[in-house]
């Protein structure tokens, strides 16, 4: 990874190409214990925000635990070039919940 590039992308091909284009460090990778040691590899290089398609993500529960009270590298789930499935979501929602103590995204008013 270039020294400079402090974001990276993670995912299918398809997914991570656009993330070239604007300069991102960008990684076709699918399988999720080859992810789990990119995004090792990326946090020791200094990388600072890793995105990662939702599959993948789901994937790495391992790596994203480990830098989950870390200041980096900011893990954060992305669709995929399918669309997404619920992960991303999910995870803001458990971490609106975890920060305010409250569901304040989804909850209902009645």
Do not use: W
Not at 87 to 108: C, P, Q, R, T, W
């Amino acid at each position: 990874m270039d020294k400079r590039t402090d974001i990276a992308m993670i995912g299918d091909r398809d997914s991570v190409l656009i993330g070239k284009a604007v300069g991102l460090g960008v990684f076709d990778e699918t399988d999720g214990e080859r992810a789990n040691k990119l995004i090792y590899r990326l946090a020791r290089e200094g990388c600072k925000v890793i995105f990662l398609t939702e599959p993948v993500y789901a994937q790495c529960s391992e790596a994203i635990n480990k830098f989950k009270t870390e200041t980096f590298p900011a893990i954060i789930p992305i669709p995929d070039s399918h669309g997404p499935s619920g992960v991303a979501m999910a995870a803001i929602k458990a971490n609106v919940e975890k920060a305010i103590g409250a569901d304040i995204l989804f909850s209902e008013d009645k």
